[in-house]
């Protein structure tokens, strides 16, 4: 008898490329079978803010404080060992941290322990169309990360195309095709992409991992209170371009609930809640001092 083996997606991309959209698609599409469906999501944070999009039904392990290419890969290891005895699903998502090389994710889950469990489906990369065109505003060692996960992908989605003019959609679609001509790529927005067409991935694991020391930090911040909204976005304006993503959930003066919070690119997004959550703030960025973030969170809560 032939052993059933758990499909595996890599979701990878650089922060607030439009992953989360990507699982959220995914796991709508899987609420129509019958099947076990299970999520790995990777923050580099201590507070997982992207686990809210997971249903319930779905089993959810949360690797916090690192990348899974590094400093949790033993911990990776023993959760996906725990989910295949123990939960036995029929397909895992893994949803990686922005900061993570994909190919070396890849490594991570390709154990000796249950390498002959997995039908390893394929690393699928997102791309914020708007980043990339901006991409040489990042420091070199960013640079590259972006280009390694374009790269090692089995299937491109380039969002935020919205945002772009047609000549800007082209010049994109060319670079990014002439970094990976094996890979399709589709250009989007908000991960709109055809399930099925992803379904049909099969990868091929001759790849070169090659590791980059990246200085990316992170910072949570729990408020206390209810902010005012004007100072919130008088304090977005002022931060450091090295500060790449901010998510979690905010509540304003002139709210009874909360907002969830993303800030990706210099972009603000809020999304009304419709219960009370714990007010944690997760920064991500490059070479930031904390310190004075934090003083100005403070300062908005006086």
Not at 142 to 166: G, P, S, T, W, Y
Not at 167 to 194: D, G, H, M, P, R
Request: proline share 3%; hydrophobic share 40%; glycine share 4%.
């Amino acid at each position: 008898m032939t052993l059933k083996k758990t499909e595996v997606y890599i979701l990878s991309g650089f922060l607030g490329s439009g992953k989360t959209s990507l699982l959220k698609r995914f796991l709508e599409d899987e609420r129509k079978s019958a099947r076990k469906v299970a999520v790995m999501m990777n923050e580099l944070g201590k507070v997982s803010i992207d686990s809210d999009a997971v249903d319930e039904d779905v089993s959810l392990k949360e690797l916090l404080g690192g990348c899974i290419c590094c400093s949790i890969q033993d911990k990776l290891e023993a959760q996906l060992q725990g989910l295949l005895v123990e939960e036995k699903p029929d397909v895992i998502y893994i949803e990686t941290t922005g900061a993570a090389h994909p190919v070396e994710v890849l490594d991570a889950i390709l154990s000796p322990l249950f390498a002959d469990q997995l039908n390893i489906k394929g690393i699928i990369t997102t791309v914020d169309g708007t980043r990339w065109k901006d991409r040489k505003s990042l420091s070199p060692q960013l640079q590259q990360l972006v280009l390694e996960q374009v790269r090692h992908a089995d299937f491109i989605i380039i969002n935020k195309m919205k945002d772009l003019k047609e000549q800007e959609q082209a010049a994109i679609s060319f670079e990014i095709q002439a970094i990976n001509q094996t890979a399709k790529c589709l250009l989007t927005n908000y991960s709109q992409v055809s399930i099925e067409q992803l379904r049909g991935l099969s990868v091929s694991f001759e790849k070169a991992s090659q590791r980059i020391d990246l200085n990316l930090s992170t910072f949570v911040y729990q408020f206390k209170t209810a902010i005012n909204h004007t100072a919130f976005e008088e304090f977005l304006k002022v931060l450091p371009d090295t500060i790449y993503r901010i998510k979690g959930y905010v509540k304003f003066d002139s709210s009874a609930l909360p907002f969830l919070f993303q800030f990706s690119y210099g972009m603000p997004l809020y999304i009304k809640e419709e219960m009370n959550l714990p007010l944690n703030l997760v920064f991500i960025g490059e070479n930031i001092d904390w310190n004075r973030i934090e003083e100005q969170l403070g300062n908005l809560e006086k």
